[in-house]
C-alpha cells in the first residue's frame, strides 16, 4: 500500500500522470478523502529490485511480500567480477518519508565497507551504492541491506549493475529476472502446547527460501510465504512431518501447481477448484480436461483422476463457476465448485475435541473399574481383598496382575501420542508438554513394572504405581478434551461469518427490455459476476452487488455492527450475508467468492488471529527453558527427600504404610513434573487474541494483528484527518461570489464543472453538483441533474496542496454552451483554467482582490473551505463548500479526552478553516496546510518526544501517515489503500467504533495479563505443593493423579478466562446537545 501511495505521490511531482488509471482530484485545501482505487488482494510492487519486506522501526514490525528482481549470471560475468571497475547496487527502501530520512539512508549505506558513493532518493523511495568489483558479492549485499534495516527502513534484494549489464553474483541469482513469493496454509495436527507451535514455526524458518512462517496453535494451521524457487510445497510438508506432526495442504495462493486454486486472479485470470466424481482412470480425466480447456474464456485446465480435483484459470469476464460445472456435466461426469470453508471447517488441523473425548472414554472405560470401583469394593468388603491377595498369577498377586493388565493399554495406547511428542521434541532439542507427562507417567509405569519383577524374583514388600499412571494419563486427557472444547469456541467469530453467507441464490434471467423473463435457483458459488440476482424479504443477499431495482431496509449488522436497517434503492451498494428484511430486490453480482466484502473480513480476522502480540514472546522464551527446570527441580526434590531419609533427617513416622523411602521419594518427584504446566503460559495470549479479534469483528471492528492489539494500549495520542474523518465526507457548496466581468455565473459554473467532472474528489463533485443545480435552476440543460454532462478537459496538471490547471478547449466550450443554449462570452482561443487554493493563485500570478479576500476570511473562519476558480488572468468565482461535522465527533473528542488519550487534527485545508473545524470538535492541536509527507513529519516529530502516536484518516493522502503511526485506523468508506495501511479498519463511518477500538484493546490485553498472572501463580503455587514444601507441617502429600488434574485444570482455566471476553460490553458515547456543553445558550 505504501508502495502504490509514493508511486502516485512521485508521478503527481513529477508532473507525469498517476500510476492508477482513475485520475485523483486536485487539492483544493484538504483534499484528503480523494479516492484512488487499486486492487490490493493479490497485488505485488513490480519495481525493480523490491524483494520481501520486513519494517522494523523502534519495535514496529511489519511484513511486506512484494516480489523482486535480480539478474541471471552468465560465465564471463562471474570471471569479470574483480575486473569491473564500478559496481551498482540499486534498493528499494521502504519507510523514507521526508528529506531526514533519506540522508539517514545515505549515511548507513555510505558507512559501509568498500561503498565509495550513496544516492538516496526519496520519490520513488529508492537509494543506490557504488563501489568496486567486490560490492557484488552477497556478502557485500547483505552488508548494505543490514546497515539500512540498521538505519530504521527496509530493503529488498538490490539490481545489481556492471558497466551496464545486470549480472548478480550471489548465490540467490537465479534463471528467470523474477523470484515469485507464494502463501500457502496448511492444516497441521498433532500439536499439544504452545512449544509445539514454537519448534515448528523454528523449524519452517530454518528452511532456505521461507520468508514468512506463523504457527497456531488454536486453529491448528501454519501460513508459510516462501520463495518458490526455493522450496516447494512438498518440501514443506516433509518439514513438518519430520517435527513430529502431519500436514495437509488446504490452501496455496500464488503457486502454478495444482494447489493454487482458491481464489486469486493470476494476470487478470480467476482461479477456480472444482470437484469432479465419476472419473475411473486418466481417460476420464483428459476427457474432463478437454471439455474444461473446450470452454470460452479458459485459459488452462487440470484434472487429477486420482485425487478427483480439477483446477481451471479462467476469464471472469467471459465465464464463471457455473459455465466450469456445466461443462464437466455435459462431458458425463459430476461437479461440484469447492469453497474455501469446506477446508476450513474439515481440515484435520481444525480445533476438535473429538480425538480427545475417544481417548477419555477409552481411558475411562479402563480406568474406573479398576483404579476407582475396585478399591472403594476392597475397603467394603474385605474378604474379597484377601482373596485376591492370596491368589498368585505366576508368582504375583492377582490384583498386581489386574492393575498391569489394564494399565499397560491406557499407558501405551491412550499415552501414545505423549511419547511421539516427546520423542520428536526432543530429536528437534526442544522440550515440550509430552516430554513432562511422558517422564512423569514412565516414571509411574516403570517403576510399578521393575518392582513386580523384583518382587517375583526376591520377594519382600510390593509398592505399585499403576494407579498413578493411568489415573494420570485419564485427567490429562480430560483436561485436554475441555480446552479443545473450550479452544473450539474461541473461533467462534469466524465460524459465524462463515455461516452468514447463504447456500443458495435465485438466479433471473432477462429480456432485452429487462423484464424477468426465467427464475432458476443455484448455489452461492456457481454466481458469476454481472448475474441479476433476486433477493426476496427475509432472506439474505447471496454476494457483494448493487441494487438494480426495488427498495428494502437491509440489515448490516452482522457484518458492520450497525443495528439500525440501512434503506438500499437501485444504484446502492449491496454486501453479502446481510439480510433483506422488507421488500423485493433485485440486483447485479459485482463481486464473487474471496473478492467478497465477507471472505476478505474471514481473511483479515483469521490473518490477525494467527499473528503474536510481542507481549507472548516473554511466554515463548519463558517455555523453552520451563521443561529443562523443571525436570531439574524434579531431580532435585526426588534426590532430597530420598538422601534425607537414608540419613534419617525425618522420622520414619513421615512415611505412608506400605511404602519406603524409595518410593516415598519418587512419589515426590513424579508429582512436580506432572504438576507444572507450560501450556497455561502458551495459551494466555492466542486465546484472548483469538476472541478478541473476534469481538472486534462481530462490532464492525477489525484487528489485523496482535502486535496492533498491544499498541493501541499504549496510545497517549489520536491525529484525526478533517475531510471524510471528522466530517462527512459529503460537502456542498453553499455560498459562491462572482467576480468575472464578462462571463455570467452559468458560463463560470460549467467552465468550472469541466474542469472537476473527470475527479472523484469530494470537493469536485461537490462543485460539479453545484453547477448541475445552478443550470437547472436557471432552466438549462435536461430535466435532471442525473443527465447533465460536462466536456473532458485537457492537459490537465494535478498540483497537490494546490488545486488544479487545465487547459479548455474554445471552440469546444462554445459548441457546449451553444447546444444546451447557455448565454456565454465569445471566446476565440483556448482557456486556462485554474481551480485551488490561495496558494495556486500565487502560483500563477493571480490576486484576489481584497473584498473578495476579506468574504473568503469570513466563510473560512465559518469553517467553510473557500475554492478558488479563475480564467485566463482574472479570478472569476470563488466557492464555499461546507463539510458538516459528523454529529458523533465532538462527543467522541471529549470522550478520547476523559480517557486520557489527547487528540490533534492534520489537514490539508487552509489555517482559519481547519481551526474552525478544531474549535467546534473540541481539537486545539491543530496542523494546518500539510502535504501527506508532513503529516508524516508531525507524527514523526511526536514520536520523537515519546509519544506512542495513533493516525485516523480514509484518503489516500492519509496512508503515509497511517503506516508511520504506531497504530492507523482507518474508516472503513475510506479508499482501499488507507484501509490496506491501516492495523484497525472500522467497518462503520462511525467515530464512535475508534473508542472501541482503543477500549477492546485495553480490555483484550488487560484479559491477556490476567491470564499470566494466574498461569505463573499456579505453576509457583502448585510445584512446591507437589514437591512436598508444607508436608511436614501437614502430613499432606499430593498424589500424581491429583498433580496432573490441576495441571490439566489450569490450561482450561485460562481459555474460560479469555471466553470471558464474549461479554465485553461496547462502550457508550454519550450525544451531548450544544445546551449540555454550554448552559448559557438556554435563554
Request: with cysteine; hydrophobic share 45%.
Given at each position: 500500500?505504501?508502495?502504490?501511495?509514493?508511486?502516485?505521490?512521485?508521478?503527481?511531482?513529477?508532473?507525469?500522470?498517476?500510476?492508477?488509471?482513475?485520475?485523483?482530484?486536485g487539492d483544493h485545501g484538504d483534499r484528503d478523502g480523494g479516492t484512488l482505487r487499486t486492487p490490493?488482494?493479490?497485488?505485488?510492487?513490480?519495481?525493480?529490485?523490491?524483494?520481501?519486506?520486513?519494517?522494523?522501526?523502534?519495535?514496529?514490525?511489519?511484513?511486506?511480500?512484494?516480489?523482486?528482481?535480480?539478474?541471471?549470471?552468465?560465465?564471463?560475468?562471474?570471471?569479470?567480477?574483480?575486473?569491473?571497475?564500478?559496481?551498482?547496487?540499486?534498493?528499494?527502501?521502504?519507510?523514507?518519508?521526508?528529506?531526514?530520512?533519506?540522508?539517514?539512508?545515505?549515511?548507513?549505506?555510505?558507512?559501509?565497507?568498500?561503498?565509495?558513493?550513496?544516492?538516496?532518493?526519496?520519490?520513488?523511495?529508492?537509494?543506490?551504492?557504488?563501489?568496486?568489483?567486490?560490492?557484488?558479492?552477497?556478502?557485500?549485499?547483505?552488508?548494505?541491506?543490514?546497515?539500512?534495516?540498521?538505519?530504521?527502513?527496509?530493503?529488498?534484494?538490490?539490481?545489481?549493475?556492471?558497466?551496464?549489464?545486470?549480472?548478480?553474483?550471489?548465490?540467490?541469482?537465479?534463471?528467470?529476472?523474477?523470484?515469485?513469493?507464494?502463501?500457502?496454509?496448511?492444516?497441521?495436527?498433532?500439536?499439544?502446547?504452545?512449544?509445539?507451535?514454537?519448534?515448528?514455526?523454528?523449524?519452517?524458518?530454518?528452511?532456505?527460501?521461507?520468508?514468512?512462517?506463523?504457527?497456531?496453535?488454536?486453529?491448528?494451521?501454519?501460513?508459510?510465504?516462501?520463495?518458490?524457487?526455493?522450496?516447494?510445497?512438498?518440501?514443506?510438508?516433509?518439514?513438518?512431518?519430520?517435527?513430529?506432526?502431519?500436514?495437509?495442504?488446504?490452501?496455496?495462493?500464488?503457486?502454478?501447481?495444482?494447489?493454487?486454486?482458491?481464489?486469486?486472479?493470476?494476470?487478470?485470470?480467476?482461479?477456480?477448484?472444482?470437484?469432479?466424481?465419476?472419473?475411473?482412470?486418466?481417460?476420464?480425466?483428459?476427457?474432463?480436461?478437454?471439455?474444461?480447456?473446450?470452454?470460452?474464456?479458459?485459459?488452462?485446465?487440470?484434472?487429477?483422476?486420482?485425487?478427483?480435483?480439477?483446477?481451471?484459470?479462467?476469464?471472469?469476464?467471459?465465464?464463471?463457476?457455473?459455465?466450469?460445472?456445466?461443462?464437466?456435466?455435459?462431458?458425463?461426469?459430476?461437479?461440484?465448485?469447492?469453497?474455501?470453508?469446506?477446508?476450513?471447517?474439515?481440515?484435520?488441523?481444525?480445533?476438535?475435541?473429538?480425538?480427545?473425548?475417544?481417548?477419555?472414554?477409552?481411558?475411562?472405560?479402563?480406568?474406573?473399574?479398576?483404579?476407582?470401583?475396585?478399591?472403594?469394593?476392597?475397603?467394603?468388603?474385605?474378604?474379597?481383598?484377601?482373596?485376591?491377595?492370596?491368589?498368585?498369577?505366576?508368582?504375583?498377586?492377582?490384583?498386581?496382575?489386574?492393575?498391569?493388565?489394564?494399565?499397560?493399554?491406557?499407558?501405551?495406547?491412550?499415552?501414545?501420542?505423549?511419547?511421539?511428542?516427546?520423542?520428536?521434541?526432543?530429536?528437534?532439542?526442544?522440550?515440550?508438554?509430552?516430554?513432562?507427562?511422558?517422564?512423569?507417567?514412565?516414571?509411574?509405569?516403570?517403576?510399578?513394572?521393575?518392582?513386580?519383577?523384583?518382587?517375583?524374583?526376591?520377594?519382600?514388600?510390593?509398592?505399585?504405581?499403576?494407579?498413578?499412571?493411568?489415573?494420570?494419563?485419564?485427567?490429562?486427557?480430560?483436561?485436554?478434551?475441555?480446552e479443545t472444547s473450550a479452544k473450539a469456541r474461541t473461533s467462534d467469530a469466524i465460524s459465524k461469518?462463515?455461516?452468514?453467507?447463504?447456500?443458495?441464490?435465485?438466479?433471473?434471467?432477462?429480456?432485452?427490455?429487462?423484464?424477468?423473463?426465467?427464475?432458476?435457483?443455484?448455489?452461492?458459488?456457481?454466481?458469476?459476476?454481472?448475474?441479476?440476482?433476486?433477493?426476496?424479504?427475509?432472506?439474505?443477499?447471496?454476494?457483494?452487488?448493487?441494487?438494480?431495482?426495488?427498495?428494502?431496509?437491509?440489515?448490516e449488522s452482522m457484518i458492520t455492527g450497525e443495528s439500525i436497517p440501512v434503506l438500499k434503492s437501485?444504484?446502492?451498494?449491496?454486501?453479502?450475508?446481510?439480510?433483506?428484511?422488507?421488500?423485493?430486490?433485485?440486483?447485479?453480482?459485482?463481486?464473487?467468492?474471496?473478492?467478497?466484502?465477507?471472505?476478505?473480513?474471514?481473511?483479515?480476522?483469521?490473518?490477525?488471529?494467527?499473528?503474536?502480540?510481542?507481549?507472548?514472546?516473554?511466554?515463548?522464551?519463558?517455555?523453552?527453558?520451563?521443561?529443562?527446570?523443571?525436570?531439574?527441580?524434579?531431580?532435585?526434590?526426588?534426590?532430597?527427600?530420598?538422601?534425607?531419609?537414608?540419613?534419617?533427617?525425618?522420622?520414619?513416622?513421615?512415611?505412608?504404610?506400605?511404602?519406603?523411602?524409595?518410593?516415598?521419594?519418587?512419589?515426590?518427584?513424579?508429582?512436580?513434573?506432572?504438576?507444572?504446566?507450560?501450556?497455561?503460559?502458551?495459551?494466555?495470549?492466542?486465546?484472548?487474541?483469538?476472541?478478541?479479534?473476534?469481538?472486534?469483528?462481530?462490532?464492525?471492528?477489525?484487528?489485523?494483528?496482535?502486535?496492533?492489539?498491544?499498541?493501541?494500549?499504549?496510545?497517549?495520542?489520536?491525529?484525526?484527518?478533517?475531510?471524510?474523518?471528522?466530517?462527512?465526507?459529503?460537502?456542498?457548496?453553499?455560498?459562491?461570489?462572482?467576480?468575472?466581468?464578462?462571463?455570467?455565473?452559468?458560463?463560470?459554473?460549467?467552465?468550472?464543472?469541466?474542469?472537476?467532472?473527470?475527479?472523484?474528489?469530494?470537493?469536485?463533485?461537490?462543485?460539479?453538483?453545484?453547477?448541475?443545480?445552478?443550470?437547472?435552476?436557471?432552466?438549462?440543460?435536461?430535466?435532471?441533474?442525473?443527465?447533465?454532462?460536462?466536456?473532458?478537459?485537457?492537459?490537465?496538471?494535478?498540483?497537490?496542496?494546490?488545486?488544479?490547471?487545465?487547459?479548455?478547449?474554445?471552440?469546444?466550450?462554445?459548441?457546449?454552451?451553444?447546444?444546451?443554449?447557455?448565454?456565454?462570452?465569445?471566446?476565440?482561443?483556448?482557456?486556462?483554467?485554474?481551480?485551488?487554493?490561495?496558494?495556486?493563485?500565487?502560483?500563477?500570478?493571480?490576486?484576489?482582490?481584497?473584498?473578495?479576500?476579506?468574504?473568503?476570511?469570513?466563510?473560512?473562519?465559518?469553517?467553510?473551505?473557500?475554492?478558488?476558480?479563475?480564467?485566463?488572468?482574472?479570478?472569476?468565482?470563488?466557492?464555499?463548500?461546507?463539510?458538516?461535522?459528523?454529529?458523533?465527533?465532538?462527543?467522541?473528542?471529549?470522550?478520547?479526552?476523559?480517557?486520557?488519550?489527547?487528540?490533534?487534527?492534520?489537514?490539508?485545508?487552509?489555517?482559519?478553516?481547519?481551526?474552525?473545524?478544531?474549535?467546534?470538535?473540541?481539537?486545539?492541536?491543530?496542523?494546518?496546510?500539510?502535504?501527506?509527507?508532513?503529516?508524516?513529519?508531525?507524527?514523526?516529530?511526536?514520536?520523537?518526544?515519546?509519544?506512542?502516536?495513533?493516525?485516523?484518516?480514509?484518503?489516500?493522502?492519509?496512508?503515509?501517515?497511517?503506516?508511520?503511526?504506531?497504530?492507523?485506523?482507518?474508516?472503513?468508506?475510506?479508499?482501499?489503500?488507507?484501509?490496506?495501511?491501516?492495523?484497525?479498519?472500522?467497518?462503520?463511518?462511525?467515530?464512535?467504533?475508534?473508542?472501541?477500538?482503543?477500549?477492546?484493546?485495553?480490555?483484550?490485553?488487560?484479559?491477556?495479563?490476567?491470564?499470566?498472572?494466574?498461569?505463573?501463580?499456579?505453576?509457583?503455587?502448585?510445584?512446591?505443593?507437589?514437591?512436598?514444601?508444607?508436608?511436614?507441617?501437614?502430613?499432606?502429600?499430593?498424589?500424581?493423579?491429583?498433580?496432573?488434574?490441576?495441571?490439566?485444570?489450569?490450561?482450561?482455566?485460562?481459555?474460560?478466562?479469555?471466553?470471558?471476553?464474549?461479554?465485553?460490553?461496547?462502550?457508550?458515547?454519550?450525544?451531548?446537545?450544544?445546551?449540555?456543553?454550554?448552559?448559557?445558550?438556554?435563554?
Open positions: 500500500a505504501m508502495e502504490r501511495t509514493w508511486r502516485y505521490l512521485s508521478g503527481v511531482a513529477r508532473g507525469g500522470p498517476p500510476v492508477d488509471d482513475e485520475r485523483a482530484g490490493l488482494v493479490g497485488a505485488s510492487s513490480s519495481s525493480g529490485g523490491l524483494g520481501d519486506l520486513c519494517v522494523a522501526e523502534e519495535g514496529r514490525a511489519r511484513k511486506r511480500t512484494p516480489t523482486f528482481t535480480i539478474g541471471p549470471v552468465g560465465p564471463r560475468d562471474r570471471e569479470a567480477v574483480g575486473a569491473m571497475p564500478e559496481t551498482k547496487l540499486l534498493f528499494s527502501v521502504e519507510g523514507m518519508f521526508c528529506t531526514e530520512c533519506s540522508d539517514k539512508v545515505q549515511e548507513a549505506v555510505l558507512e559501509v565497507n568498500g561503498v565509495t558513493s550513496a544516492e538516496a532518493t526519496l520519490f520513488p523511495g529508492t537509494v543506490i551504492a557504488r563501489g568496486g568489483g567486490n560490492l557484488r558479492e552477497r556478502g557485500a549485499i547483505e552488508e548494505v541491506r543490514s546497515a539500512i534495516e540498521r538505519a530504521g527502513f527496509a530493503a529488498g534484494y538490490p539490481d545489481v549493475s556492471c558497466g551496464g549489464r545486470v549480472a548478480v553474483s550471489s548465490p540467490l541469482a537465479q534463471k528467470s529476472r523474477t523470484t515469485k513469493l507464494v502463501r500457502a496454509t496448511i492444516a497441521v495436527q498433532g500439536m499439544s502446547c504452545a512449544e509445539c507451535a514454537t519448534s515448528l514455526e523454528a523449524a519452517l524458518l530454518a528452511l532456505p527460501g521461507i520468508v514468512i512462517a506463523a504457527v497456531s496453535l488454536l486453529t491448528g494451521t501454519a501460513a508459510v510465504e516462501f520463495q518458490v524457487d526455493r522450496v516447494s510445497v512438498s518440501a514443506i510438508v516433509r518439514a513438518i512431518s519430520s517435527a513430529g506432526f502431519e500436514a495437509k495442504i488446504t490452501e496455496v495462493v500464488g503457486g502454478e501447481d495444482g494447489h493454487a486454486g482458491g481464489g486469486g486472479g493470476h494476470g487478470g485470470l480467476a482461479t477456480a477448484k472444482l470437484r469432479v466424481g465419476g472419473m475411473t482412470c486418466s481417460a476420464c480425466a483428459a476427457s474432463v480436461e478437454e471439455a474444461l480447456n473446450a470452454v470460452m474464456g479458459v485459459a488452462s485446465a487440470t484434472v487429477n483422476a486420482v485425487t478427483g480435483w480439477a483446477l481451471v484459470r479462467y476469464d471472469p469476464q467471459a465465464t464463471g463457476p457455473r459455465g466450469l460445472v456445466e461443462a464437466v456435466e455435459a462431458a458425463g461426469f459430476e461437479g461440484e465448485v469447492w469453497r474455501r470453508d469446506e477446508t476450513r471447517r474439515d481440515a484435520p488441523g481444525q480445533v476438535s475435541a473429538s480425538p480427545w473425548r475417544r481417548k477419555l472414554v477409552i481411558s475411562l472405560c479402563l480406568c474406573l473399574p479398576v483404579f476407582v470401583v475396585l478399591p472403594v469394593v476392597l475397603r467394603v468388603w474385605d474378604r474379597l481383598g484377601d482373596d485376591l491377595r492370596r491368589t498368585e498369577v505366576l508368582g504375583v498377586h492377582l490384583l498386581a496382575v489386574i492393575q498391569l493388565a489394564f494399565a499397560t493399554p491406557i499407558q501405551f495406547y491412550v499415552g501414545f501420542g505423549f511419547y511421539v511428542g516427546a520423542w520428536h521434541a526432543l530429536r528437534n532439542g526442544r522440550a515440550n508438554m509430552d516430554v513432562l507427562v511422558a517422564l512423569g507417567t514412565t516414571s509411574a509405569y516403570g517403576f510399578s513394572v521393575f518392582d513386580l519383577v523384583r518382587f517375583r524374583a526376591m520377594g519382600g514388600d510390593l509398592r505399585l504405581f499403576f494407579d498413578s499412571s493411568a489415573l494420570l494419563i485419564t485427567f490429562i486427557c480430560l483436561g485436554k478434551y475441555l461469518l462463515m455461516q452468514l453467507t447463504p447456500d443458495t441464490a435465485i438466479l433471473v434471467e432477462l429480456d432485452k427490455d429487462g423484464q424477468v423473463k426465467a427464475e432458476q435457483e443455484i448455489l452461492t458459488t456457481l454466481i458469476h459476476v454481472g448475474d441479476c440476482l433476486k433477493v426476496l424479504p427475509g432472506t439474505k443477499i447471496p454476494t457483494d452487488g448493487v441494487v438494480s431495482s426495488g427498495k428494502s431496509y437491509v440489515d437501485p444504484g446502492d451498494q449491496v454486501i453479502g450475508g446481510t439480510v433483506n428484511t422488507a421488500g423485493l430486490l433485485h440486483m447485479k453480482a459485482t463481486k464473487i467468492g474471496s473478492d467478497t466484502a465477507l471472505s476478505q473480513i474471514i481473511k483479515m480476522v483469521e490473518t490477525a488471529q494467527m499473528s503474536k502480540a510481542p507481549v507472548q514472546r516473554y511466554a515463548d522464551k519463558i517455555s523453552s527453558y520451563f521443561v529443562p527446570i523443571v525436570v531439574i527441580l524434579a531431580v532435585t526434590t526426588f534426590l532430597s527427600w530420598y538422601i534425607c531419609g537414608t540419613t534419617g533427617a525425618y522420622p520414619s513416622s513421615w512415611i505412608p504404610l506400605g511404602n519406603t523411602v524409595l518410593t516415598f521419594s519418587l512419589t515426590f518427584g513424579i508429582s512436580v513434573v506432572v504438576a507444572a504446566c507450560p501450556c497455561a503460559l502458551g495459551l494466555a495470549t492466542p486465546t484472548a487474541i483469538m476472541v478478541g479479534t473476534g469481538v472486534g469483528a462481530t462490532h464492525g471492528v477489525l484487528i489485523k494483528g496482535g502486535d496492533a492489539l498491544e499498541k493501541a494500549c499504549n496510545v497517549s495520542c489520536l491525529v484525526f484527518d478533517k475531510t471524510g474523518t471528522l466530517t462527512v465526507g459529503h460537502p456542498s457548496v453553499v455560498d459562491t461570489l462572482h467576480l468575472h466581468p464578462s462571463m455570467s455565473k452559468e458560463e463560470c459554473a460549467v467552465l468550472a464543472a469541466t474542469v472537476e467532472s473527470s475527479s472523484e474528489h469530494p470537493l469536485a463533485k461537490s462543485i460539479v453538483k453545484h453547477a448541475c443545480e445552478s443550470l437547472l435552476a436557471a432552466g438549462y440543460g435536461p430535466k435532471d441533474d442525473e443527465g447533465m454532462t460536462f466536456d473532458t478537459p485537457g492537459e490537465v496538471d494535478i498540483r497537490p496542496g494546490y488545486g488544479v490547471v487545465c487547459a479548455v478547449s474554445g471552440s469546444s466550450h462554445s459548441q457546449y454552451m451553444k447546444r444546451h443554449k447557455i448565454p456565454f462570452a465569445s471566446v476565440a482561443q483556448d482557456l486556462r483554467v485554474c481551480i485551488g487554493n490561495r496558494k495556486l493563485m500565487q502560483a500563477e500570478g493571480l490576486g484576489v482582490p481584497e473584498s473578495a479576500d476579506l468574504w473568503m476570511k469570513k466563510q473560512e473562519e465559518s469553517g467553510r473551505t473557500a475554492v478558488v476558480f479563475s480564467v485566463g488572468s482574472t479570478v472569476a468565482s470563488i466557492f464555499a463548500i461546507a463539510d458538516p461535522l459528523k454529529p458523533e465527533a465532538r462527543d467522541v473528542v471529549e470522550y478520547l479526552q476523559g480517557m486520557g488519550i489527547a487528540c490533534a487534527m492534520a489537514s490539508g485545508d487552509n489555517w482559519r478553516t481547519a481551526h474552525a473545524i478544531g474549535r467546534e470538535v473540541g481539537i486545539s492541536d491543530i496542523h494546518a496546510g500539510i502535504s501527506p509527507g508532513e503529516k508524516v513529519e508531525v507524527i514523526r516529530e511526536m514520536q520523537r518526544n515519546n509519544v506512542s502516536v495513533g493516525m485516523v484518516g480514509d484518503g489516500v493522502n492519509d496512508s503515509p501517515a497511517l503506516v508511520a503511526s504506531d497504530v492507523g485506523i482507518a474508516l472503513g468508506s475510506g479508499t482501499d489503500i488507507a484501509v490496506e495501511a491501516a492495523d484497525y479498519v472500522l467497518m462503520r463511518d462511525n467515530l464512535e467504533d475508534v473508542v472501541m477500538a482503543v477500549d477492546l484493546s485495553k480490555a483484550t490485553m488487560r484479559r491477556i495479563k490476567l491470564n499470566y498472572v494466574w498461569a505463573m501463580i499456579y505453576n509457583i503455587i502448585c510445584i512446591p505443593l507437589a514437591g512436598g514444601a508444607l508436608f511436614p507441617s501437614t502430613r499432606v502429600q499430593l498424589p500424581p493423579w491429583a498433580a496432573g488434574g490441576a495441571m490439566a485444570l489450569s490450561s482450561v482455566s485460562v481459555v474460560c478466562s479469555s471466553l470471558l471476553l464474549h461479554a465485553y460490553k461496547k462502550p457508550r458515547v454519550q450525544r451531548k446537545s450544544p445546551l449540555d456543553r454550554n448552559p448559557s445558550l438556554d435563554s
